[in-house]
């Protein structure tokens, strides 16, 4: 248990489906983070929010929306996604910008 | 960009020996992590370095940071079979620096 949990664990979506990964963290920590994890490519940065403000999007594609309500949750808002997007989704939080990142164990996207 | 190289992709081993994994990079690094990843799982931190020469320990693992801030080793010693699974090294380039970049990963089987 690292303290940040991500639901779903698994989910399965057609291209056409809006669906909506979550993420909670109970560390008190500042900054959460959306990361992608493809087979046989390193993990990739998609967006950080420092006390709730988005501080960077690494040119990821719009059918990707994150929202943070508050410092504890982090949301990413998926639409019309195509199958290449399938992938484990990974979240994580530091204590600052810059400080060591926990992950949450992730969500197991397919995209069908 | 910033690239970490990881090496070696894949080690097989036998229970009780000793491991060791590097990463390096052209990039000067501010802060190196290890992370272990299970599967399914989310990567767990495994031992953060900040410091140019520090060596740190977690029990049967030990890492350190490379004195040019351009690389770092991790060593397990006297393996075990929980200790099956991907090992990242990952870097930041800053002391405020949101990217955090990974290397590909080790694989680590361990031969019964």
């Known amino acids: 248990e690292t303290g940040v949990t991500q639901t779903p664990r698994h989910l399965v979506m057609g291209m056409t489906n809006k669906k909506s990964l979550k993420c909670e963290q109970h560390?008190?920590?500042?900054?959460m983070y959306w990361y992608k994890q493809s087979a046989k490519k390193p993990l990739e940065l998609m967006f950080v929010?420092?006390?709730?403000?988005?501080?960077e999007n690494n040119s990821v594609p719009s059918r990707f929306s994150p929202e943070c309500p508050n410092s504890s949750h982090l949301f990413l808002h998926l639409h019309t996604l195509q199958p290449e997007d399938s992938a484990l989704y990974l979240c994580?939080?530091?204590?600052?910008?810059?400080?060591?990142?926990?992950f949450g164990q992730g969500t197991r996207l397919t995209v069908v | 960009g910033q690239q970490l190289n990881q090496s070696p992709q894949s080690m097989f081993i036998q229970e009780g020996e000793d491991v060791s994994m590097n990463c390096t990079s052209s990039?000067?690094?501010?802060?190196w992590l290890w992370y272990k990843q299970d599967p399914g799982e989310g990567p767990v931190l495994l031992i953060a370095?900040?410091?140019?020469?520090e060596l740190t320990s977690n029990g049967r693992l030990t890492a350190q940071f490379g004195i040019t801030r351009k690389d770092s080793f991790l060593n397990i010693s006297a393996s075990i079979p929980s200790d099956v699974g991907i090992y990242f090294c990952a870097g930041q380039l800053g002391p405020r620096d949101d990217k955090i970049i990974f290397g590909k990963g080790t694989r680590l089987h361990i031969l019964p």
């Open positions: 929010y420092s006390l709730e403000e988005r501080v």
């Open positions: 994580a939080s530091s204590q600052d910008r810059g400080r060591s990142a926990f």
């Open positions: 560390l008190g920590h500042n900054a």
């Open positions: 990039s000067i690094f501010n802060t």
């Open positions: 370095l900040y410091k140019a020469g």
